[in-house]
């Protein structure tokens, strides 16, 4: 599922494919830095062009199935992914699970009135990309696939906002005990 996911995304463009392959390298190389622990070889020579050519075919054929995805790469695979793109896989992933995704919040201030605010506009934010997919009255396959896309990111947005206060709240019923 993940191969295909990427595929999909990468849509067969050559450029995008080396691009991408290139990323997946430089974040696999960051996750093992020793070559002892790295399980896949990278192509690296004088030959950069012919380095991009070869790396890619290294992701694609793992991405295709041709050779097995191993462990050790798919996080790289994923990580290398457009913010966007990596959200729709995690959700794709979790949904298999019966789970639901949303972005763990970076508290830093818990219950401020910063995070007030911030839940405040994502609900409005939320509110909006909803009511816009309800002109006709029903949210259904009719409706364009990017506004549907925007509606489900706001509203992981609004459920990343309220996780913040209620993590809040947990915590100070957790130092009530």
Not at 72 to 84: F, H, K, M, Q, T
Not at 108 to 114: K, N
Request: proline share 3%; net charge negative; with cysteine.
């Amino acid at each position: 599922m993940i191969g295909r996911c990427i595929e999909n995304w990468l849509n067969g463009t050559v450029e995008k494919q080396s691009t991408y392959a290139d990323r997946v390298r430089e974040i696999y190389h960051a996750h093992y830095p020793d070559p002892a622990d790295r399980r896949i070889t990278f192509k690296s020579s004088d030959d950069a062009f012919g380095d991009l050519r070869e790396n890619r075919q290294i992701v694609m054929r793992r991405l295709r199935g041709e050779i097995r995805l191993d462990v050790d790469i798919e996080e790289a695979v994923i990580e290398a992914l457009p913010e966007r793109e990596r959200m729709v896989l995690y959700r794709q992933l979790l949904a298999r699970a019966g789970l639901l995704t949303a972005k763990i919040p970076a508290v830093t201030r818990r219950g401020s009135a910063y995070d007030l605010g911030r839940l405040a506009r994502e609900f409005a934010e939320a509110v909006e990309a909803v009511g816009d997919l309800l002109g006709d009255g029903v949210i259904d396959s009719n409706d364009a696939p990017e506004k549907l896309a925007c509606a489900e990111s706001e509203l992981n947005d609004l459920i990343g906002a309220a996780v913040t206060f209620k993590a809040a709240i947990e915590a100070a019923r957790d130092a009530q005990s």
